[in-house]
């Protein structure tokens, strides 16, 4: 599991306020050898604000998984993206840095 970021000072990090709903971006046509890498709503100067998505050179035998916000314990926290190896995939060849 990819650990959370813990995005402010208090005791136990995460923030007290629930990120808005995911912004649906217009993607334009798909670039070969690419992925896109989903926008996402980052904590920052106390408020969410969104980081718009892009396009990434593709890692054979892995997808992004995007960012996300968990709730936990009563706070919320973001989960960063990650590129997650494929079912059939051998990890370490086909990634690099596959978690």
Avoid: F, Q, T
């Amino acid at each position: 599991m990819a650990h959370l970021h813990e995005i402010d000072g208090s005791a136990g990090g995460g923030v007290a306020i629930a990120p808005p709903p995911i912004v649906h971006e217009s993607v334009a046509g798909a670039r070969p050898g690419h992925s896109w890498i989903s926008g996402y709503w980052d904590w920052k100067n106390g408020r969410h604000v969104w980081v718009s998505g892009h396009w990434a050179r593709a890692r054979s035998g892995c997808h992004w998984r995007r960012h996300r916000w968990i709730l936990r314990e009563g706070r919320w926290h973001l989960e960063p993206g990650a590129w997650i190896v494929d079912e059939h995939a051998d990890a370490r060849v086909a990634c690099g840095e596959a978690r």
